[in-house]
């Protein structure tokens, strides 16, 4: 025990810096200490993403682009074969 406090004193500054690190750990707006995640971050934050974010983001809209092209692909090439056979069978 602190010279010149109390024992309920004491318990009560406990209690509040416990809860204090508590708290720091679970708000957000505290974050600062909390790891980024793919899920936390957000694209409107000012904060800069961490390379591991910001790998995956561009992984993930890599794998959207290639897609979205091979899609595109398949239906100009159907789409010109629907157009030779409409041209032969005259």
């Known amino acids: 025990m602190v010279e010149g406090?109390?024992?309920k004193e004491e318990d009560l500054w406990i209690a509040f810096f416990l809860f204090f690190f508590v708290?720091?750990?679970k708000?957000?707006?505290?974050?600062?200490?909390m790891k980024q995640?793919?899920?936390?971050y957000k694209l409107t934050s000012m904060e800069e993403p961490s390379d591991e974010i910001l790998s995956q983001i561009m992984?993930?809209?890599a794998e959207d682009a290639r897609k979205?092209?091979?899609?595109?692909?398949?239906r100009y090439f159907?789409?010109?074969?629907?157009?030779?056979?409409?041209?032969t069978a005259l």
């Open 78 to 87: 159907n789409q010109m074969l629907m157009e030779v056979r409409k041209i």
């Open 68 to 74: 979205s092209n091979e899609e595109a692909t398949e």
């Open 5 to 7: 406090r109390g024992k």
């Open 37 to 40: 995640t793919i899920d936390t």
């Open 23 to 25: 708290l720091y750990e």
């Open 27 to 33: 708000v957000p707006i505290f974050a600062g200490n």
């Open 59 to 61: 992984r993930e809209a």
